[in-house]
T-cell receptor, first 113, second 116 residues
Framework: QKEVEQNSGPLSVPEGAIASLNCTYSDRVSQSFFWYRQYSGKSPELIMSIYSNGDKEDGRFTAQLNKASQYVSLLIRDSQPSDSATYLCAVMGKAGTASKLTFGTGTRLQVTL | EAGVVQSPRYKIIEKKQPVAFWCNPISGHNTLYWYLQNLGQGPELLIRYENEEAVDDSQLPKDRFSAERLKGVDSTLKIQPAELGDSAVYLC??????????????FGPGTRLTVL
């Protein structure tokens, strides 16, 4: 089992719709969760971080965390063609010198006109 | 605020040659990371520095890879000798702190290495 799993996609949504990206993780003691956006040929760009159960909203983005189900998601409202990119889910384990950020393989999102 | 700076952006070398990558983190960020990203994969950690100390280098292939972060600011990652399988994007990231609640990591533009 992979430590962080994402559907590779592509996930295709029409412009203006809600895009829902999902991620599951295997380490129950994970504490920090991040979503990165990566355009083709570019480096990952941090768009959301979430540390506690529930929802966190930032503009058109909402991150949702459910630690009991080991599940984190990203919703993008009013999707725009400029949102077309690969979205990477990243999870950090417990505090300590051994903690590290583990990435999923990413979900490719295509927003169609 | 300036972001993470990396150089070079692209590097093409022949196998068995040495190569070095340089990274300057965001000012004030004590934690620095080197990642490797293959096509279609997420970044994979190679080494993490807290100031000048390498606190996690378990994924660094030490027979050919080395890294340093003198004075706790800039860092250099070296490969000697390079192999065909080392072709990838090498990413540098920095964060204010290693603790999970302060661990938002910001990436540089990366160095795309091609080994022929």
């Amino acid at each position: 089992q992979k430590e962080v799993e994402q559907n590779s996609g592509p996930l295709s949504v029409p412009e203006g719709a809600i895009a829902s990206l999902n991620c599951t993780y295997s380490d129950r003691v994970s504490q920090s969760f991040f979503w990165y956006r990566q355009y083709s040929g570019k480096s990952p760009e941090l768009i959301m971080s979430i540390y506690s159960n529930g929802d966190k909203e930032d503009g058109r983005f909402t991150a949702q965390l459910n630690k009991a189900s080991q599940y984190v998601s990203l919703l993008i409202r009013d999707s725009q063609p400029s949102d077309s990119a690969t979205y990477l889910c990243a999870v950090m384990g417990k505090a300590g010198t051994a903690s590290k950020l583990t990435f999923g393989t990413g979900t490719r999102l295509q927003v169609t006109l | 605020e300036a972001g993470v700076v990396q150089s070079p952006r692209y590097k093409i070398i022949e196998k068995k040659q040495p190569v070095a990558f340089w990274c300057n983190p965001i000012s004030g960020h004590n934690t620095l990371y080197w990642y490797l990203q293959n096509l279609g994969q997420g970044p994979e950690l190679l080494i993490r520095y807290e100031n000048e100390e390498a606190v996690d280098d378990s994924q660094l292939p030490k027979d050919r890879f080395s890294a340093e972060r003198l004075k706790g600011v800039d860092s250099t990652l070296k490969i000697q000798p390079a192999e065909l399988g080392d072709s990838a994007v090498y990413l540098c990231a920095s964060s204010p702190d290693w603790r999970p609640s302060y661990n938002e990591q910001f990436f540089g533009p990366g160095t795309r290495l091609t080994v022929l």
